[in-house]
DNA sequence: CCACATGCCTGACTTTAGTCAGGAAAATCC
DNA sequence: GGATTTTCCTGACTAAAGTCAGGCATGTGG
C-alpha cells in the first residue's frame, strides 16, 4: 500500500534525524537522560513519580539520575510541602543553577527550532509550520489508547465530570446529574459491565461504559471525547470497543439514548449502524433511543 | 515567535515519541545499532565504508558489530568481488537467515506504519500523509549544507556532469561543453576562487563557484541544483554563499551569464537584485548578463 | 494493630554504545 | 621502488543506560 510506504518515509527521514540532531542540541555534553530529566522538572518542580511516569524510566536509575543532578548543584529533591499530604512522595526543583541551565536548554531548542526555519523563505515556513501542525493532530489519534479503568479512579472520575460539564454546556437548560437515571459504579465492573479510558500520554481524554443487563440488550453509557482529541475518530473507536466487549461476552445487541443537542454524537451512532428505536427508559434528558444488532 | 513554539511543539511530540516507537520496533531484543546495521546492508549488500559513512560510525565500532552479526550467522563480509577493483574494500552481505531477519524487519515498520494509520478514518489518512509529505520535502532544505569543495572532488564532478546534463536537456540545440568557455579546476581553489557544494546526508545535491578576477568583477559558474531539492531556496543560498565570498574578500561586484531556457534561474537573479548589463564576454551558450553590487 | 501495598532509595550488576591507538594489507604518489 | 595514504581490522578502554533485588519509611484496609 501506497500511504504505508509515504509514512515509512516520513518515519525514517523527519523522525529519526530530526530527532537525533533534537538530542544533540539538548544535550550539551551531559548525558542525555540528565539533560531530559531537568528538562522535565521543569521551573515549577515536579514530583518523583510523575517525572517516572513521563520519561518511562525504572525507578532506581531515575533515583540515581536525581542524585546525580543532586550532586551538581542543579535539583534539589525534597519531601512534598502541601499539608495533609502523602508523606512518601518527594518532589524535585530547580535550584539557581538548575533554572539557568533549564534555560539554557529552553534557549537551545528555540534555537534549534530557528534553524529549521532559517533556509526557508517566508511562505514556505508558513507552510512548514501549517503542515507540521496537521501531522501532529492526526497522529495524536494513533497514540491515544484505549483500556478498562476502574470508574473510581481517579481519571475516570474526572472524565465523568468533564461529560457533564460538556453536556451541561449544550442541553438546554443545562444538566443535572440527580436528575438523570444513576449509574453506580458497581454495574461498571466486570462482570456487569466496564468502564474504558481513552489516554493520550497517560492523560484522559475519553471514556465510555457498557452495562451487561442479563435478559436485555447491553446499554452503552457516558461516550465522551476530550476537545483535545474531537475529530480523531476516537469516539468511533471507543463505541467500536464497547460494542466488542458486549459480543465476547454473548450479548447480541447493545442500545443507547442520547439527547438531541449532541448532533454529530446522533450521526456517529447512525453512521456505526445504530437504528431508532422507541424509547426503553424513562430518562429525563433522552430526546433518541437506539439500537444495534452486534454480529456472531 | 508563534512559528518557532509549533516547531518545537512538532519536535518534542512527533519526533520523539514517534522516533521512539520506531526505535521499539525495529530493535526486537537485539541491540538498535544492531538492527539499524543490518536494516542497512539490505539484501543487495554494502561496502563497508558506505555503512560507515551513512550510519555515522566509528570504524572500529563498525567492525565489530560486523563480527558480531556474523557470529549470529546474519551476515557475511568479503572482498568486493567485481574485477580490478579495490582490494581493500570489503562488503558486507546478508546470508540466508540474515534475509529473513531483514525481511522481518521491513514486515514490522510496514506494521508500525500501518498501526499509525489505522485509527484514523479514510479522509483523514489521506490527509496525514499528505502533510508528511510536505513536512519531509520542506524540512530537507534545513538539512542541505553548503560548503567548500576541490572541484577535482568526485562529488564535485558529479554536480558538473548533472549541470551539463540538465542544462543540454533545456538549450535548443544541446550543451557542448568543449564550445562553451572552460573554466579550470585551478581558478575555482583558492585564492582564485571556490567551489561549493551543497549536500544532503552526504549525497551532493546542488554546487556553484565563484571566480576572483583581479581588477574585475567576480564571477559566477556553474549555479546547479538538483531535482531532488528544487524549489527550497537553495539555489537562493548558494548564490548567497558565493556573494558573501566574494564580498568577504574584498571585491564590490559579482557577474553572470546565463542562457534564456532557464527562466527560473533568471527569475531568482533579478530578485536577488541582479541588474542586466551589457555583454562582458563571447560565452556561445549565454542570452543575458547579470550584474550586482555587493554590500560593504 | 497487623498485614500488605506503595514510594523512594541504595548496592551490585549487565549490556550497549562509543572512543582511541595502533597494525596489516592494498593502493597511490612521487 | 620507497614513502605515504587508505581501508579495514583488533585490543583495550570508558561512559552511559538500564535492570534487579532488597530495604526503609509511610500509608491503607480489614
Chains 1, 2 share one sequence.
Not at 113 to 139: F, K, N, T, Y
Request: proline share 6%.
Amino acid at each position: 500500500m501506497d500511504l504505508v510506504a509515504a509514512v515509512r518515509r516520513f518515519n525514517r527521514t523527519v523522525t529519526q534525524r530530526v530527532g537525533a540532531l533534537d538530542d544533540e542540541y539538548m544535550a550539551r555534553g551531559r548525558p542525555l537522560a540528565q539533560a531530559r530529566l531537568l528538562w522535565e522538572i521543569g521551573p515549577g518542580g515536579a514530583e518523583v513519580a510523575a517525572l517516572r511516569s513521563r520519561l518511562g524510566l525504572d525507578s532506581g536509575y531515575l533515583s540515581r539520575l536525581l542524585r546525580t543532578l543532586e550532586g551538581d548543584g542543579l535539583v534539589t529533591v525534597g519531601p512534598a510541602d502541601r499539608a495533609g499530604g502523602d508523606g512518601r512522595v518527594r518532589v524535585a526543583a530547580l535550584t539557581g543553577a538548575g533554572r539557568a541551565e533549564w534555560a539554557e536548554l529552553d534557549r537551545r531548542s528555540d534555537e534549534f527550532a530557528r534553524s529549521i526555519l532559517a533556509p526557508l523563505p517566508g511562505r514556505r515556513r508558513e507552510r512548514l509550520v501549517a503542515a507540521m501542525a496537521e501531522v501532529e493532530r492526526l497522529l495524536v489519534a494513533s497514540l491515544v489508547v484505549i483500556g478498562p479503568c476502574p470508574p473510581g479512579d481517579p481519571r475516570a472520575r474526572a472524565c465523568v465530570r468533564a461529560y457533564a460539564r460538556d453536556v451541561g454546556r449544550r442541553f438546554d437548560g443545562g444538566f443535572d446529574p440527580a436528575l438523570s437515571s444513576p449509574v453506580h459504579d458497581e454495574a461498571l465492573v466486570p462482570p456487569a459491565g466496564v468502564f474504558l479510558l481513552a489516554s493520550l500520554n497517560g492523560e484522559p481524554v475519553g471514556c465510555g461504559a457498557v452495562k451487561l443487563h442479563p435478559g436485555a440488550p447491553a446499554e452503552i453509557k457516558r461516550v465522551w471525547v476530550s476537545d483535545q482529541v474531537r475529530g480523531l475518530g476516537v469516539g468511533r473507536r471507543m463505541l467500536d470497543e464497547l460494542e466488542r466487549y458486549a459480543a465476547e461476552r454473548g450479548w447480541a445487541a447493545v442500545r443507547l439514548d442520547t439527547n438531541r443537542a449532541l448532533t454529530e454524537a446522533i450521526a456517529m451512532y447512525r453512521s456505526a449502524g445504530y437504528g431508532e428505536v422507541e424509547p426503553y427508559n424513562t430518562e429525563p434528558y433522552a430526546h433518541y433511543w437506539f439500537e444495534k444488532r452486534l454480529a456472531q
